[in-house]
């Protein structure tokens, strides 16, 4: 018999320069089988380079460090907004501390962002937004049928 893990997602991207956030953030996924493929990204420079290439293709979910230097987490996903919405691609932002009220009004605001993770990142918070991400996705198709 052959032992088949199933996955609550085929590929996910983490962009987070902290290496202990991303550890735990790792450490979780395990737990779960809650990916079958995770990149990584420290900078946000760097993943909004494969943002902004034409033929690229995006994981099914993104979780955003909201803190990081030069281009905060909240301004990448509004320079790649077009492409998220494009290729469906769910977004979680993870914050280590309470964001000041204009960031977490802006991020509040956006539909691109779906949910708010606290770091360090738990498997129940990956459940959580797991079923978020099913139920809408039920949704949409019982809409459009």
Known sequence: MINEKKFLFTE???????????ASCMRAFKKINFAEK??????AEAALSL?????????????????????NGLELIERASTKLRQQNVVV???????LPRDLHNRA?????????????????????????????RRQSVSETL
């Open 108 to 136: 509040a605001e956006n539909p691109d962002i779906a949910a708010f993770i606290n770091k360090p990142v738990q498997s129940q918070a990956l459940l959580s937004l797991a079923q978020n991400v099913w139920d809408k």
């Open 51 to 71: 943002f902004t290439h034409p033929t690229s293709r995006l994981p099914e979910l993104l979780l955003m460090d909201v803190n990081i230097p030069r281009i």
């Open 92 to 98: 979680a932002l993870l914050l280590s501390c309470p």
């Open 38 to 43: 995770a990149i990584s990204f420290k900078t």
């Open 12 to 22: 996910v991207m983490i962009v987070d320069d902290d290496e202990l956030d991303h």
